[in-house]
């Protein structure tokens, strides 16, 4: 049994929509890191459905690319927000202005 890809479009759009919410809603920097996830998954989802549909390997490569510098992102990202939650005590993304260039 297989997916229409339409219907895999539809869900990476509601994905990425939820996503897009979090990161426009939130406050928080966990928050948006999390919401930024959750648009790369949309984004994963897609180029997974369309490497099947069109039965090629070169979406599910970069699929595997783009989820090891993911990853990496995260590590980082998440070392950073430690680091500003103990030198500031919130993570509050408003208290963070002064990064501004």
Wanted: proline share 1%; aromatic share 6%.
């Amino acid at each position: 049994m297989t997916v229409p890809f339409g219907h895999v479009l539809i869900l990476a759009a509601l994905l990425f929509a939820i996503g897009l919410g979090s990161v426009l809603a939130r406050r928080t920097l966990i928050m948006i890191l999390i919401g930024v996830e959750i648009m790369v998954s949309a984004a994963v989802l897609v180029l997974v459905a369309a490497s099947a549909f069109w039965q090629q390997l070169d979406g599910q490569l970069f699929v595997l690319f783009l989820l090891t510098t993911t990853a990496a992102e995260v590590a980082i990202a998440l070392a950073l927000v430690v680091t500003l939650r103990r030198r500031t005590g919130t993570t509050d993304a408003d208290a963070f202005s002064e990064l501004r260039g």
